[in-house]
């Protein structure tokens, strides 16, 4: 049985850093793709970065240059490097496994089949 299990959420002002940290039971890394998705109160959970076994990446454009998806295989963990954190950054952070490939590295919901229970940010103006 895949089981993820995040850390790192916390409460930080506007400009500050976070790092989440996304710990994968040793099946999830033959995973294909791996992703971070957020979800804020009353909208829809969104992909922000996801990262394939080819170390290929991608984000979403509001989080561009600001976030960094990476993973460390020896210690089966998936991190995500949060800097110039926003208020509208604040939301249930989550992270994912696909055990498909689709080919590339993928922030769409449907494509990953393990997730884990999520981490909170809350981003301080």
């Known amino acids: 049985q895949v089981q993820l299990v995040e850390s790192g959420g916390g409460s930080v002002q506007a400009g500050g850093s976070l790092r989440l940290s996304c710990a994968a039971s040793e099946y999830a890394y033959i995973s294909r793709s791996l992703g971070w998705f957020r979800q804020a109160s009353g909208k829809e959970r969104e992909g922000v970065a996801s990262?394939?076994?080819?170390?290929?990446?991608t984000y979403a454009d509001s989080v561009k240059g600001r976030f960094t998806i990476s993973e460390d295989n020896a210690k089966n963990t998936l991190y995500l490097q949060m800097n110039s954190l926003k208020p509208e950054d604040t939301a249930m952070y989550y992270c994912?496994?696909?055990?498909?490939?689709?080919?590339?590295?993928?922030?769409?919901?449907?494509?990953?089949?393990?997730w884990g229970q999520g981490t909170q940010v809350t981003v301080s103006s």
């Open positions: 994912a496994a696909a055990s498909l490939w689709v080919g590339h590295p993928t922030l769409k919901a449907d494509d990953y089949n393990y």
């Open positions: 990262i394939d076994s080819l170390n290929s990446t």
